[in-house]
């Protein structure tokens, strides 16, 4: 092994020895892949430009696990080389409160997606590699190249497997990302057994097809000179990202080598013993780190890391001398701000302004804030005519050779794949640079990327995902298109903001309180329909996530409603008015931010001693909550013109006034308790 030596292979039997022992300590996790794959990690991360002292240094290299079961390797990695991860914490792998959970999560140093669904990674580093480029395009001038880092993906036959992974591949390709590296792990196994029982395509002529380099490595187990070779290979291919297709045995040096018995149990105690007497370690001995090892990977990396910042900042301080303009911007970015007064360009509206639907409410906001934000970056599933995402003066990020854009565009054509586009949002939101992507579909097909939804909730990515055609209103493409469980599932996750706007002032709120949030995505639920701007409305009562729209002295009832419904329930409070009876309306166009208000704002808008009557034309369950009788739609809908399909389902003012007449009489003379008033 030219250019390696001994002390090269003590550090990948220490690497692989660590990962081994962390699965045995706890019982529990994968040997296998770490075994295997420790090689290539030390190869990679040997010459990877990170300082484990700062690990938001935007010009890191980023690394990430899409084959997210074999963590053990990655925490092994993170203690080497000098993150705060200590042997303490990689012998409290997998247990409750520990910092080295059984799948990568991304508020630990040094991890820089949160990995476990197979694929999401692989797409996640696709997001990584389109901020970079953005990056780099933007700011990069003559003599200060300031963003040049490699995005560096593992994965493996699951997330190859997985549809998500192809979305994203694909559009890598067309995109030409030339910095971004993966490394598949062709092992040969899944929990079923030999991939020879499901999946035996020829993935290189798949990733050749997609516009990707695809080089191969046979003997990823032990010959780290082909590994570099391969890599430096990569490095060269400046407009094709590069899948590098490496050869390793599953629980290389186990007894049980190359089955899938090592994929996800730990290696049997004699195993155990044989395989660190095999490697030149004391058999009965655990977690043990050879002085040698920490010595070579502080010289060839964390002291050159920390030296490559030290330039960087310098360089920064010479740029923001030479471009002030562009460096007191970056600036702020890289502090996680947002222009000041960026709030006074959100569009305004009073009752007299017209009707307009909310999608193209959306529009008219992005247009009003795109030039005041350039954090801001997005694009449609291929529903931009549709979802009204595309400001006038857009440029498409686009491979500059193409001659559609360039790489400073912050417009993405993501074609038909809300999966992919999901992961891929998440992945430039975790670049940093204060990043504000959004990504838009129709309601119904977010369920498509629940995955990835999932995902930003729980590494607390504050994505925004635009989704129009929010109900039934849409009309004539019926009920595959129409969402009804949709705004239930998403309003059950944790850490999710929800907003369906009834008109302008409230679609501005929503733009505002979601660009502003740093750990919460959202999603914003637009109307195709038109919408009238509301009397009572404003963005400042709105922002708070639920308010009083209109109100009354001693109501008999309140009426809460959201999006294209608010409407109706104020015609509905008319009518009724004209019957005496008094009626409160309620706006609540995102729970979440609702919740978030203090118990005693919450319980001002929905005090004890009044019945309250939800109204959405959408799934009642989860409106508990916040009603005591809930008025919604618990079938699927209907193919049809918009108002004949609110007709037909009763979803009018008379059938409002006639759920809250019925309302109020089973609660007259009852003791009526707030739904926020409970036990715990």
């Known amino acids: 092994?030219?250019?390696?030596?001994?002390?090269?292979?003590?550090?990948?039997?220490?690497?692989?020895?660590?990962?081994?022992?962390?699965?045995?300590?706890?019982?529990?996790?994968?040997?296998?892949?770490?075994?295997?794959?420790?090689?290539?990690?030390?190869?990679?991360?040997?010459?990877?430009?990170?300082?484990?002292?700062?690990?938001?240094?935007?010009?890191?290299?980023?690394?990430?696990?899409?084959?997210?079961?074999?963590?053990?390797?990655?925490?092994?990695?993170?203690?080497?080389?000098?993150?705060?991860?200590?042997?303490?914490?990689?012998?409290?792998?997998?247990?409750?409160?520990?910092?080295?959970?059984?799948?990568?999560?991304?508020?630990?140093?040094?991890?820089?997606?949160?990995?476990?669904?197979?694929?999401?990674?692989?797409?996640?580093?696709?997001?990584?590699?389109?901020?970079?480029?953005?990056?780099?395009?933007?700011?990069?001038?003559?003599?200060?190249e300031l963003s040049n880092n490699y995005t560096y993906v593992f994965l493996g036959d699951g997330c190859l497997q997985e549809g998500v992974s192809s979305e994203a591949s694909s559009l890598a390709g067309h995109l030409q990302l030339g910095n971004l590296i993966a490394i598949y792990d062709d092992n040969r196994i899944t929990i079923d057994g030999d991939t020879k029982v499901s999946f035996d395509e020829d993935v290189r002529k798949r990733y050749?097809?997609?516009?990707?380099?695809?080089?191969?490595?046979?003997?990823?187990?032990?010959?780290?000179?082909?590994?570099?070779?391969?890599?430096?290979?990569?490095?060269?291919?400046?407009?094709?990202?590069?899948?590098?297709?490496?050869?390793?045995?599953?629980?290389?040096?186990?007894?049980?080598?190359?089955?899938?018995?090592?994929?996800?149990?730990?290696?049997?105690?004699?195993?155990?013993?044989?395989?660190?007497?095999?490697?030149?370690f004391t058999a009965d001995e655990a977690f043990v780190v050879p002085q040698e090892v920490y010595d070579l990977y502080n010289k060839s990396t964390i002291q050159p890391g920390a030296q490559a910042e030290t330039e960087w900042n310098a360089l920064f301080e010479r740029y923001i001398e030479s471009h002030p303009k562009e460096g007191a911007e970056l600036k702020r970015r890289l502090a996680g701000e947002l222009p000041e007064n960026w709030v006074s360009k959100l569009p305004v509206y009073n009752p007299s302004d017209s009707a307009i639907a909310s999608r193209k409410l959306s529009e008219i906001v992005l247009q009003s804030i795109y030039n005041e934000l350039p954090e801001l970056i997005g694009g449609s599933a291929d529903l931009t005519p549709s979802n009204l995402t595309r400001w006038n003066e857009a440029v498409d990020f686009q491979p500059p050779q193409s001659g559609l854009g360039d790489y400073t565009g912050r417009y993405i054509r993501y074609g038909v794949r809300e999966h992919g586009m999901g992961a891929i949002i998440n992945g430039i939101s975790a670049f940093g640079a204060n990043y504000k992507?959004?990504?838009?579909?129709?309601?119904?097909?977010?369920?498509?990327?629940?995955?990835?939804?999932?995902?930003?909730?729980?590494?607390?990515?504050?994505?925004?995902?635009?989704?129009?055609?929010?109900?039934?209103?849409?009309?004539?493409?019926?009920?595959?298109?129409?969402?009804?469980?949709?705004?239930?599932?998403?309003?059950?996750?944790?850490n999710m903001q929800v907003w369906r706007p009834a008109d302008g002032n409230e679609v501005s709120a929503a733009y505002k309180v979601a660009l502003e949030s740093k750990h919460t995505p959202?999603?914003?639920?637009?109307?195709?329909?038109?919408?009238?701007?509301?009397?009572?409305?404003?963005?400042?009562?709105?922002?708070?996530?639920?308010?009083?729209?209109?109100?009354?002295?001693?109501?008999?009832?309140?009426?809460i409603s959201t999006g294209s419904e608010v409407s109706i329930a104020v015609?509905?409070?008319?009518?009724?008015?004209?019957?005496?009876?008094?009626?409160?309306?309620?706006?609540?166009?995102?729970?979440?931010?609702?919740?978030?208000?203090?118990?005693?704002?919450?319980?001002?808008?929905?005090?004890?001693?009044?019945p309250i009557l939800s109204f959405e034309v959408l799934s009642t369950s989860g409106w508990a909550k916040y009603a005591h009788q809930s008025f919604g739609l618990d079938t699927f809908g209907a193919s049809g013109k918009g108002p004949d399909v609110y007709k037909h389902f009763g979803f009018t003012v008379e059938g409002v006034v006639d759920k809250a007449e019925k309302t109020i009489a089973f609660y007259k003379g009852k003791q009526v308790i707030s739904p926020l008033n409970k036990a715990f």
Not at 28 to 36: D, E, F, I, Q, R
Not at 476 to 494: K, M, N
Request: charged residues 20%; contains cysteine; glycine residues 8%.
């Open 208 to 280: 050749e097809a997609y516009g990707w380099e695809v080089l191969s490595v046979e003997n990823g187990n032990e010959d780290l000179d082909a590994i570099a070779h391969a890599l430096e290979q990569a490095k060269k291919s400046k407009d094709k990202p590069t899948l590098i297709k490496l050869t390793t045995m599953i629980g290389y040096g186990s007894l049980e080598a190359g089955s899938h018995a090592v994929h996800g149990a730990p290696l049997k105690a004699d195993d155990v013993k044989q395989l660190k007497t095999s490697l030149g």
């Open 437 to 494: 992507p959004f990504g838009a579909t129709f309601l119904n097909f977010v369920s498509y990327a629940a995955g990835a939804v999932r995902l930003a909730a729980l590494s607390g990515h504050p994505v925004i995902w635009v989704a129009t055609h929010d109900s039934i209103g849409l009309g004539e493409d019926g009920p595959t298109h129409q969402p009804v469980e949709t705004l239930t599932h998403l309003r059950a996750l944790p």
């Open 1 to 144: 092994m030219a250019g390696y030596t001994d002390i090269d292979r003590l550090a990948i039997s220490t690497i692989r020895l660590l990962a081994v022992d962390q699965v045995s300590k706890a019982n529990s996790g994968h040997p296998g892949a770490p075994l295997g794959l420790a090689p290539a990690a030390h190869v990679i991360w040997k010459q990877m430009k990170f300082n484990p002292k700062s690990p938001e240094w935007i010009n890191r290299d980023r690394f990430v696990l899409s084959n997210g079961h074999a963590v053990a390797l990655l925490y092994s990695l993170l203690h080497l080389f000098g993150y705060p991860l200590s042997v303490e914490d990689l012998k409290q792998f997998r247990q409750v409160g520990s910092r080295t959970p059984g799948h990568p999560e991304a508020d630990l140093d040094g991890i820089d997606v949160t990995t476990g669904p197979l694929g999401q990674g692989i797409c996640n580093a696709v997001g990584l590699a389109i901020a970079q480029a953005n990056f780099a395009a933007t700011y990069n001038k003559p003599g200060f």
């Open 522 to 559: 959202a999603v914003l639920a637009l109307s195709r329909q038109n919408l009238p701007q509301l009397e009572g409305s404003s963005i400042e009562k709105a922002s708070k996530g639920g308010y009083i729209l209109k109100d009354i002295q001693n109501p008999d009832i309140s009426i």
């Open 571 to 610: 015609e509905a409070a008319k009518l009724l008015a004209e019957k005496n009876v008094k009626v409160r309306v309620v706006s609540l166009p995102d729970f979440h931010t609702f919740a978030q208000q203090p118990k005693d704002y919450q319980m001002s808008v929905l005090p004890d001693g009044v």
